[in-house]
């Protein structure tokens, strides 16, 4: 708190923590969300992550990046992941089965790893056996370390005396980071290659990346941009299959019917491909109100670039804002019995009597998430898949059992209490 209060007294950063009872925005026009500058309360964090989102130099260059990388997130483009994701669901069946004292959220982020490799940096990656539940514990490391040393690592005041008290933990957290860059950085290198030599074009991720204008995109802006659309892809959706398939397990009523809806339009043994996925209703509303629950990026932010006026209230240009997401999903006003987890509030005439701005998982406004469609659709493949093989319980009877910590992305600080029995 006293370095809360150094960093207002002197300026450098305003940080405004607007929960939905206060945000007006939401009300409105949501005027914030025009603004697509990210807040500046990372950009510390620059030594250590690179320039992920932006976050350091945010420059006129992000319109074009994400015109660019737009076209790899067309629809055409993604439903041809649907085998992939398919084929990495299964592996994450198999995985289930050898799961011991493992923490599910680790071993679902190797779902979502391995998919995102194939999917977006063409490349079916031999990992070998345990190296996925690494890399994810290495992610949640680096963010465990960098969130609880926060107002250390943005205060730039501290830096002496946060060096000198925390270097176990600096070194332990680049060491994390490294370990996830290091493979990206590895397939990066082995697919320019490939292009170089064989020149093969296609709509992927990756190869736009490496293939784009050099006045858009130096080589070293490309890689650290495949660096970021991992970290913003892998431990989001992993971490949102964890909580979902946990709450499956806390209502085997709600379980039953996502079973029989999968028997019903798929039946149990053969592939699941594109066209079954529009008949998964009942697993979509699951998703969404999994993401209501636990909207996995809980906090975004933004960086008024002039006065903003919401509703009786100025928040000054300069000011970086923080809006809990989570607070926005489980707030009384909006939602009726908030905890409570029940999909049928997407129905389609539920979602037609309130205003879209209740439920922003992935933010909104030009830059809200990129990966939304891809996420869902890997989402639905994979729930489709597991609970066709198992059946999950929990001892749990609340959500509010789960004790959250989050830095970018949102967890438990305990293992998930999930079961996973064959059927
Ligand atoms: C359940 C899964 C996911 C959730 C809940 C989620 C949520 C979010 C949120 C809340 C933001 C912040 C937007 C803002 O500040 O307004 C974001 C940004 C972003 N997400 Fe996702 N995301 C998910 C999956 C993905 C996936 C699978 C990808 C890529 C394949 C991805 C790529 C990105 C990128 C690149 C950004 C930055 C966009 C920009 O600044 O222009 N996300 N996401």
């Known amino acids: 708190m006293v370095f809360v209060q150094v960093i207002l007294a002197v300026g450098i950063v305003l940080i405004v923590m607007i929960v939905l009872s206060t945000i007006w925005s939401l009300h409105s026009k949501r005027p914030i969300f025009k603004f697509a500058q990210k807040y500046q309360v990372f950009d510390k ?147 320019e290659k490939e292009i170089r030599e064989n020149s093969p074009t296609s709509n992927i ?79 979509e509303r699951v998703i969404f109100e999994t993401l209501r629950l636990f909207p996995i990026a809980p906090v975004i932010g933004r960086y008024t670039t002039k006065d903003v006026i919401c509703g009786t209230q100025t928040i000054p240009k300069g000011v970086n804002i923080m809006i809990s997401i989570l607070d926005v999903h489980r707030n009384e006003r909006y939602w009726t019995d908030p905890l409570k987890f029940d999909p049928d509030r997407f129905l389609p005439e539920e979602i037609a009597k309130r205003p879209s701005s209740y439920y922003i998982p992935f933010s909104t406004g030009p830059r809200n998430c990129i990966g939304k469609t891809y996420a869902l659709l890997s989402l639905k493949v994979v729930v489709a898949t597991v609970v066709r093989h198992y059946r999950m319980s929990s001892n749990y009877k609340s959500v509010e059992e789960m004790d959250l910590r989050s830095l970018f992305t949102m967890r438990t600080t305990h293992n998930l209490d999930c079961q996973l029995t064959p059927r």
């Open 45 to 191: 964090f620059h030594p250590i992550f690179g320039n992920l989102l932006e976050l350091k130099d945010f420059t006129i260059q992000w319109k074009p990046k994400r015109k660019l990388m737009s076209k790899n997130f067309r629809p055409i483009t993604l439903n041809s992941f649907t085998p992939v994701f398919y084929k990495n669901s299964k592996l994450l069946v198999e995985e289930f089965g050898d799961m011991k004292n493992e923490d599910i959220f680790d071993v679902c982020i190797g779902y979502t790893l391995r998919a995102f490799i194939e999917t977006m940096g063409h490349k079916n990656h031999h990992f070998q056996p345990g190296e996925t539940s690494k890399i994810a514990k290495c992610i949640d490391l680096g963010q465990r370390i960098a969130g609880d040393n926060i107002v250390k690592y943005t205060s730039g005041y501290l830096l002496f005396f946060w060096i000198w008290t925390d270097i176990m933990d600096l070194i332990k957290l680049i060491k994390s980071v490294m370990a996830f860059k290091t493979l990206l950085r590895q397939i990066f290198g082995e697919r």
């Open 205 to 283: 991720l990756l190869d736009s990346l490496i293939q784009a204008d050099r006045k858009v995109y130096t080589k070293y802006a490309a890689y650290t941009d495949f660096v970021t659309f991992a970290f913003a892809a892998v431990d989001t959706s992993g971490n949102t299959l964890a909580f979902l398939l946990t709450l499956l397990g806390m209502h085997p009523d709600i379980q039953d019917k996502v079973y029989k809806e999968i028997l019903e339009e798929i039946g149990l043994d053969r592939a699941i491909e594109v066209q079954d996925l529009p008949k998964l209703k009942y697993v």
